[in-house]
């Protein structure tokens, strides 16, 4: 079983972590193996993503402990990180947006930091989202095997840009996972068409986990935390606009007749 696991974040870390910590529990209950977490699920709006970043070590073992705890893989969502991948610290002061992906022992098996940033108008009350003035953007597309499939790492945005979930593929990925926290606005018009979308032309289950209503005064966000199979089909969804599991089985061997009946990778033509 995997989940995707809705949530309402709001600026409180220990809020959050307490939130999470029952999510967690009702998923390992369900028989979940790998629970996949919202983008900013352990902090969503002031004190802001350098503060936050301060604390990443003491978040870092507060999964791992619950990975112990709750025998589970996370894919943690974001997290914002003031070292690049390498080690180093980001000079301009900025941070990134990294997924972390851990496993049952609590032990780090990588890292994506989101490529595409999301500076855009979509005519909310937010008005103007500027993630490049924050969020320094990653370069390396990332995946990793778990003991379900090869995961492929990436975050929110990044669902606009089909070249990457291809680049996934192509590594190998069987499971994409998309932690979010998609606007209200766009979520409505958007994010099932898209999800669907790069479900049936990789092939792949995608695991979409979103944040979920009202972030302060200015920020509602679109939930809708769903499980999506290579055909395209919803497996399981929670539209209610509360935190809550979405949790699935995934047949692999499924997956693997569809890409032989319709071998959409080795009929590619172009490449882009
Ligand atoms: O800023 C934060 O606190 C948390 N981060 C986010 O909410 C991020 C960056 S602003 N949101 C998205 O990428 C939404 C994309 C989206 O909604 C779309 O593509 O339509």
Known sequence: MVAAIQMNSQDSLTDNLAQLDKLLAEAALRGVKLAVLPENFAVFGAPGQAHTA????????WLADACRRY????????LPSSHRPD??????????SACFILDEEGVVQGRYDKIHLFDAEVGDRQATYRESAVFEPGSSVVTVPTPWGRVGLTICYDLRFPELFMALRKAG???????????????????????????????????AAGQT??????RETWGHSM??????????????????????????????KLRH????MSHRRLSY
């Open 173 to 207: 990925t069987d499971l994409l996972v998309l932690p979010a926290a998609f606007t209200a606005i766009t979520g409505e018009a958007h994010w099932e068409t898209l999800l669907r979308a790069r479900a049936i032309e990789t092939q792949c289950f995608v695991i």
């Open 87 to 96: 080690g180093e610290v980001i000079p301009d002061g900025r941070v990134r």
């Open 227 to 256: 499980v999506i199979n290579p055909w395209g089909k919803v497996l399981d969804e929670r539209p209610e606009p509360t935190p809550g599991v979405v949790a699935v089985a995934c047949d692999l061997g499924e997956m693997r």
């Open 71 to 78: 025998r589970l893989w996370i894919v943690a969502g974001s």
């Open 54 to 61: 301060s604390q990443l070590p003491a978040i870092l073992t």
């Open 213 to 218: 209503g009202k972030h302060g005064a200015l």
């Open 261 to 264: 009946s319709m071998p959409l």
